[in-house]
């Protein structure tokens, strides 16, 4: 009856890449607690790792829908999103999970979408921000890097950022 148990045993299944007792886990957790934000959430992560994006999908908006006040499916929905490239989808995901929940990965991972659709000087915005949470994580360098860079005139700003990224993957 404790939903955390059931959980847990689900996660350790699909750690050891045992997908069918896995999704059974979950189906029997989404029965005992169909409001339980988190199963739904780990069964969109199931889902997506074996590709299986359209069902990982109605499993993040269900984890979104269920938790509303929660970061994490939103930034996963997200990710989800702009992988098969529902740009606008994934624009609005981030910024929610962003307005909950404000930190380095959600800033970059806007900076990366706003960046595919052409909006460069907005990615760089939200790209300083995630610097600025989180200064000694390369890949925020690295995004920075990547948005000054599509910026005409940014050329010294790009290298600036990516050298910065260069010193904290050897840090």
Not at 105 to 130: E, H, I, P, T, W
Not at 156 to 165: G, H, I, S, V
Request: net charge neutral; glycine share 6%; no cysteine.
């Amino acid at each position: 009856t404790n939903p955390r148990i059931v959980l847990w045993k689900a996660q350790i299944y699909r750690r050891f890449h045992r997908w069918t007792e896995a999704e059974q886990a979950y189906e029997e957790l989404k029965k005992e607690r169909p409001n339980y934000w988190l199963g739904y959430h780990e069964l969109g992560v199931l889902l997506n790792a074996q590709g299986r994006y359209q069902e990982a999908l109605q499993a993040f908006q269900a984890a979104a829908a269920a938790s509303p006040g929660s970061a994490l499916p939103f930034t996963n929905l997200g990710a989800l999103q702009f992988k098969l490239g529902n740009f606008d989808q994934a624009e609005t995901s981030f910024r929610k999970s962003i307005a909950l929940q404000p930190d380095d990965a959600g800033y970059s991972n806007l900076a990366d979408v706003l960046r595919a659709r052409g909006k460069y000087a907005d990615a760089v915005q939200f790209s300083q921000q995630a610097v600025k949470l989180n200064p000694s994580e390369d890949q925020n360098w690295l995004e920075l890097g990547d948005a000054y860079e599509a910026l005409r005139g940014k050329t010294k700003q790009a290298r600036d950022a990516y050298l910065r990224a260069a010193s904290e993957v050897r840090e």
